[in-house]
């Protein structure tokens, strides 16, 4: 009875979720690098109060065609924001441009207010005129984790096709890598580490924040796997959305049905036994750092600046264990980056990374016109 009531349960999931709008998603962070080259100083205010200054926002729904194909409704239009610098409007300026990914279910930049925020840095004199765009990875099913997947969609591509090429070809954008930046919190900071590190022909610098990464043991550390009842839980059809979104994500399996993802646990003779190969593949999402730094060194050089923030009271204790270890793996490879720690949780010190450091970093590392 309780396999058929899980099986109902994501049926009914994959179905309301066709009927209604996609809302954003959110997820834990990653390390990066930052390297020396220089950039454009940031412009100072002609005034010694601060100047008034004013962007604006558009929301646009455009259209997805990576996500075209997916086994769980997910919609092929999505939503985006663009931020607008003040002087968008009255110069015909190119502006360099952030993406920012929004972590597991998580629609904007938390606590850093588009067009507020971002006026009142550039009226300081502490940011260059930039476009933001903001695009969420929520799915049908909780969190894309923005990579590609049989299951729920290609959204690596759709941030590196679809949401580039519409803002190239609908925004006075300098369009080059060197001018583009990707940045995200949580499951946005894994995704945007991921997609630079296989993209630099499209970004130039990253800045990631509370990444979910793992160390060689963060997998079995994580909320997922941790405790035995969690595993027995899911075994039994119990299972949480966030395991549901990851195995789909990063074991897809469009014949195992309903579940459209393989699971490496199993119960025989009421003991849990492991599947290795499958482990490896739930591993290799987060994880995986080591043979990565290897694999895409040269991905990773060609990139300005690399940089992962985390704090250091993260209720998940296994992402700032991943993040000191991606950077070690980094470095091991001769790659250059930049690794901070500060006092902080998950997301409680959010906007103020954004404010004072992320925004600066692009502000000096970007390509201006």
């Not at 103020?352 to 201006?368: A, N, V």
Request: hydrophobic content about 35%; some cysteine; charged content about 20%.
């Amino acid at each position: 009875m309780k396999h058929l009531i899980f099986k109902l349960l994501i049926l009914f999931t994959i179905l309301l979720s066709s009927c209604a709008p996609t809302a954003p998603a959110s997820q834990p962070a990653q390390k990066a690098i930052a390297s020396a080259t220089a950039t454009p100083t940031i412009s100072t205010p002609t005034t010694a109060s601060t100047k008034e200054v004013f962007g604006s926002v558009d929301m646009v729904t455009i259209p997805a065609p990576s996500l075209e194909g997916n086994l769980v409704n997910e919609l092929t239009k999505r939503d985006i924001l663009v931020y607008l610098p003040p002087s968008y409007t009255t110069s015909e300026k190119h502006f360099p441009t952030i993406y920012y990914l929004p972590g597991y279910g998580d629609s904007d930049m938390i606590g850093f207010n588009l067009p507020k925020s971002m006026d009142t840095l550039i009226g300081n004199g502490k940011a260059n005129e930039m476009i933001i765009v903001v695009a969420n990875g929520i799915n049908n099913l909780g969190g894309s984790f923005y990579v590609n997947s049989p299951v729920t969609g290609n959204w690596e591509d759709f941030i590196v096709k679809d949401v580039v090429g519409y803002v190239d070809a609908h925004y006075r954008t300098l369009a080059q890598p060197e001018s583009r930046g990707i940045t995200g919190h949580s499951m946005g900071g894994y995704g945007s580490l991921n997609i630079a590190m296989l993209h630099p022909e499209v970004f130039s610098a990253v800045y990631s924040m509370s990444p979910g990464l793992f160390d060689e043991k963060g997998l079995a550390e994580s909320q997922m796997f941790k405790e035995e009842n969690v595993i027995k839980d899911f075994v039994s059809y119990q299972g949480d959305q966030f395991t549901l979104s990851y195995g789909s994500a990063f074991a897809p399996n469009p014949n195992n049905k309903p579940l459209f993802f393989d699971y490496p646990f199993k119960e025989v003779n009421d003991q849990l036994v492991r599947d290795d190969a499958v482990w490896k593949k739930w591993e290799s999402g987060f994880g995986g750092i080591a043979d990565e730094a290897k694999q895409y060194k040269n991905n990773f050089l060609k990139l300005k600046g690399i940089v992962v923030d985390y704090g250091k009271y993260d209720e998940y204790d296994w992402i700032p264990k991943g993040c000191v270890y991606f950077g070690e793996q980094l470095s091991a490879e001769g790659i250059p980056m930049k690794v901070e720690a500060y006092n902080g949780s998950h997301s409680g010190e959010l906007s103020t990374r954004i404010r004072d450091f992320m925004i600066p970093f692009f502000s000096t590392t970007l390509k201006f016109e």
